[in-house]
């Protein structure tokens, strides 16, 4: 069905309910933004370009800190470095609950490690923490992991012989298997049909959670829930995802060796057996397979569309690759495999790794969290359970910490002399309480699989650096680069 025909269901279908429900009204004292109209909510201060642009308009008038209705919804967005910081750092705990992606809450519903809120998140988190340290997020054994894995691309990337290839597939293999390694205890090869399957699912799902359609969808769930469109692909992706993971625990619980645990899921199934006398026991079957799919999905996706979008940028800036090229020769020469204790001596491609993550602006509005009670923030009344966008493209293009925002540029991590610089804005994982899971695993991923592939390969295009569009394909709750073609030149 046209997106224009459910729109203008949705409108009818609001405008019926008008004399019912009546004007949207908030608890509390949210912060100032666009008037709402009854059901639509601020639907006209919305444009084609998608929610971050229509954000960014409504900031240039109402502030850092404002409130937008999606539907009959009030959300609060944070926009600047100072603001988001002043949320999700200096009341973190606040700030700490979860609020919900209407395209994805069928599946999620409140449940696993990323989606939760309150005690349960709490405790998920704790666990998965320790455990994924246990089974390679400490640097040494997630380290030998990556080493592993970037071989077997090098491997794969020579029998192109310089052919130009799409890397999305790749990139998502190499990264997949290290997070499926952790939770799952193996690897698969780069051709094994099951695997590319469940990859191509979250591809698939990837790109359809950041369309314009799921944009809309977020205005009016409850209307458009009730239609054909995307929103119902995504759900049945994700569920036939979630029948390999059940299918999976049910082999490890089949198999469970109690004095041997291998894996995520059996430390996991071991804790279940241990509390299951526990009323109040967040460590049931429901938990475990949302978590492993939240696991599995962003471990897989975030990482390496960050790859592709980087190497997207090297073939842009090619004097930017050598450079790197030049580093690596310097302090790792080529015989040697790159190491984590590396990143030390290589300033300018750590740079270009923050650089990369930086201008990418991989989660542009952020994911959504909520207050967990009564909240007091820069004079306003935010009551509990209010959502909240922190909007992360805010701060990774804040002029005020980056001199040329809308460019890419390393030096903005650079220092005077050369160094790697912090910088108070680069929050590409988002901060505080609920900064990702696995944000170790990815900065170590990164380093090692840039270091390994330009160690190895020079990269080309078949088209001119001036020609290269960075404009990405979809950009709405994640930011979707451009297909595109390299070739990998081996030294």
């Not at 109209?37 to 370009?49: A, E, V």
């Not at 205005?219 to 009730?226: G, Y």
Request: net charge neutral; glycine share 6%.
């Amino acid at each position: 069905m046209e997106l224009s025909v459910l729109l203008l269901l949705a409108l009818l279908a609001g405008f019926l309910l008008l004399m019912v429900r009546g004007q949207p009204k908030a608890r509390g004292h949210l912060p100032p933004g666009p008037r709402p109209l009854p059901i639509l909510g601020n639907l006209l201060q919305m444009d084609r370009r998608g929610l971050l642009s229509s954000f960014m308009r409504i900031r240039q008038k109402h502030g850092d800190v404002f409130t937008v209705y999606l539907g009959r919804k009030p959300m609060v967005m944070l926009c600047g470095t100072e603001a988001i910081r002043e949320a999700l750092v200096d009341q973190g705990e606040a700030f700490s609950g979860r609020g919900t992606i209407a395209v994805i809450e069928p599946i999620f519903r409140d449940y696993g490690v990323v989606f939760a809120s309150g005690e349960r998140w709490k405790a998920l988190r704790r666990f998965s923490l320790a455990t994924m340290r246990d089974f390679g997020m400490g640097e040494r054994s997630v380290e030998e992991r990556i080493q592993e894995e970037a071989q077997c691309l090098v491997e794969e990337l020579r029998k192109s012989q310089g052919a130009p290839l799409d890397p999305t597939f790749l990139f998502q293999c190499i990264t997949s298997n290290i997070i499926c390694s952790i939770v799952f205890g193996e690897r698969f090869d780069y051709k094994d049909q099951q695997f590319l399957r469940l990859l191509d699912m979250f591809y698939q799902s990837f790109s359809l959670i950041s369309s314009f359609y799921s944009q809309v969808f977020e205005l009016f769930p409850d209307i458009l829930k009730h239609f054909p469109g995307t929103h119902r692909q995504i759900s049945k992706n994700l569920q036939e995802v979630l029948d390999y993971i059940s299918h999976s625990v049910e082999k490890h619980r089949a198999t469970l060796d109690p004095s041997a645990p291998r894996d995520f899921i059996d430390v996991y199934l071991l804790r279940m057996e241990k509390e299951k006398s526990n009323q109040q026991m967040e460590f049931h079957h429901k938990n475990l397979t949302i978590s492993l799919l939240s696991l599995f999905f962003g471990g897989t996706e975030t990482s390496s569309t960050t790859l592709r979008y980087g190497f997207l940028i090297l073939l842009k800036y090619p004097h930017v690759a050598e450079k790197v090229q030049k580093e690596i020769e310097e302090v790792i020469g080529l015989h040697r495999l790159p190491t984590l204790d590396d990143h030390i001596k290589m300033p300018y491609t750590e740079a270009v790794i923050h650089e990369i993550q930086r201008f990418s602006d991989l989660l542009p509005i952020g994911v959504p969290h909520k207050v967990t009670k009564d909240t007091l923030f820069r004079g306003y009344l935010l009551p509990k359970n209010t959502e909240v966008y922190p909007l992360l493209s805010s701060a990774l293009h804040d002029p005020r910490y980056f001199e040329k925002p809308d460019t890419f540029n390393p030096d903005h991590f650079l220092d005077a002399n050369g160094a790697l610089k912090k910088n108070e804005a680069f929050m590409p994982f988002s901060i505080g309480k609920r900064i990702c899971l696995g944000e170790g695993i990815a900065r170590n991923e990164l380093f090692l699989f840039f270091t390994t592939i330009l160690q190895n390969f020079s990269v080309a295009s078949p088209m001119a650096p001036k020609d290269i569009d960075l404009t990405p394909k979809e950009s709405g709750v994640v930011r979707i680069p451009p297909t595109y073609q390299i070739s990998f030149l081996p030294h």
